[in-house]
């Protein structure tokens, strides 16, 4: 059995993996899923911010490491930076840093600021939850994401001017041809294009990726079509 690192999305927190953690452990893996800094019970303090190094320091040894969204970012940099702390990666939804956002994604993103500039923090996450679950989402999942996405403006806001991320100097874009892991990718057939389009270069450019859709799912399969992600990671693993 595997050692797994769940990393999850921007919009949401640990809470997005219940249904995956659930499964994997009942299958014998020892999961570790944790609220990334600034996300769910995880404070965000003043100052750095390494996400990588944060997903580092999860992990006792090699784990198969699963990134959604935002997660998958840092999972898929994690895996060029510290190749050793990576046997297998999943690459759910990923953001890829330096992407060039179309104009429908920045129109997604232009709501939700001009709700937060307003100080409409409801009325934002609302927009985040339209922008990236299918339409057929259920309401439970849409409440949750919600919440998950108002908690991150509570921990984030009140800190924003005195926070820096910081990653590694070359991009993981730019160095996909170099990761050497096996690599499973997930892509939900109702997220956004630019998703698609990223997860299409990912599965090209990382040597021997394989690219699976999960119909009916948006940008969280996790929860939106949890059966059908649950099915690929246990495979996977």
């Known amino acids: 059995m595997s050692d ?22 009942a299958a014998g893996h020892h999961v570790v899923a944790p609220d990334l800094p600034g996300f769910g019970e995880a404070v965000l303090q003043p100052g750095t911010v390494d996400y990588v190094a944060f997903a580092a320091e999860q992990l006792d040894g090699p784990a198969a ?6 997660g998958g970012r840092i999972a898929l940099e994690l895996a060029l930076a510290r190749p050793a702390l990576v046997d297998r990666l999943v690459l759910v939804g990923a953001a890829l840093g330096g992407w ?19 100080g409409d923090h409801a009325a934002a996450a609302a927009a985040q939850a339209r922008m990236w679950l299918a339409d057929d989402a259920t309401q439970e999942v849409r409440a949750l994401t919600e919440a998950m996405t108002l908690r991150s403006y509570e921990l984030q806001i009140p800190v924003e001017d005195e926070v820096d991320d910081v990653w590694p100097d070359t991009p993981a874009k730019e160095r996909l041809a170099e990761v050497r892991v096996p690599t499973l990718v997930v892509a939900g057939s109702e997220d956004v294009a630019d998703i698609k389009a990223i ?36 495979e996977f693993l």
Request: charged residues 30%.
């Open 100 to 118: 060039d956002w179309s104009d429908g994604a920045k129109a997604g993103y232009a709501e939700e600021e001009k709700a937060l500039e307003r």
């Open 199 to 234: 997860a299409e270069k990912l599965a090209v450019e990382i040597p021997g990726a394989r690219l699976e859709t999960i119909e009916g799912a948006g940008h969280l399969p996790s929860l939106e079509r949890p059966r059908e992600l649950n099915r690929l990671l246990l």
């Open 4 to 25: 797994v690192l769940l990393l999850h999305a921007g919009i949401a927190d640990r809470r997005m993996w219940a249904p995956q953690l659930e499964a994997l452990a």
């Open 65 to 70: 490491v699963v990134g959604c969204s935002f």
